[in-house]
């Protein structure tokens, strides 16, 4: 059996320094990140929860990288499974965002190609930004029209070769490429995915990862626990080690495209 990561009781890192860290650049410019946590074997879950595998140091690193974010994006799956709710920043990050010109709160994104989402269900009701779902064309109307009660229903199926689903064997694909550009479209230039790997799986092969957070848990899990991708058209991407650090025996990495 594996034993989680005890959390730190001080913060490890210092704001200020964190922010510099994962700071873009050029924000103008659409980049997508994708944050993810595993163990030293690769497991994504313990228990079937990423979260599981954290620690205090992890958490500083997830607030920053949704306070530097315009838009985070997320599975259909995943918002099951990890209990999300409506996306909404603690105070002092809303206020840092306000004093930096943006956006108290980013955009909620769900990849959804059944629509297998409770509009009842306080990611909707607690938002405090209406949220956007990507669809596919094969996504029940019945669905799209109570979802669209409540967030900005998109049927995402561009001409490109780049089909996103949230989870193995979803028909209807959802274009990766148009998905960025209509997010682009709308100012989310700076966009944030965590997860599920079903959907990271399928960025990978549509090519349309900027950059990549791990998180590597000092723990070994073993067991039937998938890897942070999984699933969509094989491809191999170069990368480049960004930014690395360390808190207590947690490694932090941030990689980004070699051609960038």
């Avoid at 690193?61 to 306070?67: N, Q, S």
Wanted: hydrophobic residues 45%; glycine residues 12%; proline residues 7%.
């Amino acid at each position: 059996m594996s034993t989680s990561p005890e959390p730190a009781d001080e913060p490890a890192f210092d704001t200020g320094d964190l922010l510099a860290a994962y700071a873009v650049a050029d924000r103008d410019r659409p980049h997508l990140r994708v944050n993810f946590i595993a163990s030293i074997d690769g497991a994504a879950t313990h228990d079937g929860l990423s979260g599981a595998l954290n620690n205090a140091a992890d958490k500083q690193v997830f607030d920053t990288l949704r306070r530097l974010c315009d838009v985070v994006i997320v599975g259909a799956g995943t918002v099951r499974a990890e209990g999300y709710v409506g996306m909404r920043l603690p105070e002092p990050d809303a206020a840092w965002r306000r004093e930096h010109g943006l956006a108290e709160h980013p955009v909620f994104a769900i990849v959804s190609a059944r629509l297998a989402l409770d509009p009842t269900s306080a990611v909707f009701t607690d938002a405090p930004v209406r949220p956007i779902v990507f669809t596919g064309p094969a996504a029940p109307e019945s669905q799209r029209a109570a979802l669209a009660q409540v967030a900005d229903v998109i049927v995402c199926d561009g001409p490109g070769n780049a089909p996103v689903t949230s989870g193995a064997g979803v028909p209807g694909g959802i274009d990766a490429h148009a998905m960025r550009r209509e997010l682009a479209g709308r100012g989310l230039t700076q966009m944030l995915c965590e997860g599920g790997p079903h959907l990271f799986g399928t960025l990978i092969g549509a090519d349309a990862v900027d950059e990549v957070c791990l998180t590597v848990s000092p723990v070994l899990e073993g067991g039937p626990a998938g890897r942070i991708a999984r699933g969509g058209p094989q491809r191999t991407l170069g990368m480049r080690l960004a930014h690395a650090a360390s808190a207590g025996d947690m490694l932090f990495l941030r990689y980004q495209r070699r051609d960038a």
